[in-house]
Nanobody, 116 residues
């Protein structure tokens, strides 16, 4: 069973930065999985933020392009989300997800709060 553990959330002022990390364990060939970040703000549905293929190909939702960067360290089975120029509307619980062809495994989430 694949386990995902997020870290790095917190409270930051608008314009600040945070770096989220997600360590994966418990499965084989995790380094070949697609990995990504989703978020869910209060009263809203969970939304895709960014994803990265094992080869390094990345995708972002439009609202974070130019501000967020997703990366991964396959040797450590870890995915990162560098978040810069944070805005109050980025406030949400951020979830790490992974899977072979789709996001089958999910972490518990980490809270990111951006104050204005």
């Amino acid at each position: 069973q694949v386990q995902l553990v997020e870290s790095g959330g917190g409270l930051v002022q608008a314009g600040g930065s945070l770096r989220l990390s997600c360590a994966a364990s418990g499965g084989t060939f995790i380094s070949s999985y697609v990995m990504g970040w989703f978020r869910q703000a209060p009263g809203k549905e969970r939304e895709f933020v960014a994803g990265i293929q094992w080869s390094g190909g990345v995708t972002y939702t439009d609202s974070v392009k130019g501000r967020f960067t997703i990366s991964r360290d396959n040797a450590k089975n870890t995915v990162y989300l560098q978040m810069n120029s944070l805005k109050p509307e980025d406030t949400a619980v951020y979830y790490c997800a992974a899977g072979r062809a789709s996001y089958a495994y999910w972490g518990q989430g980490t809270q990111v709060t951006v104050s204005s």
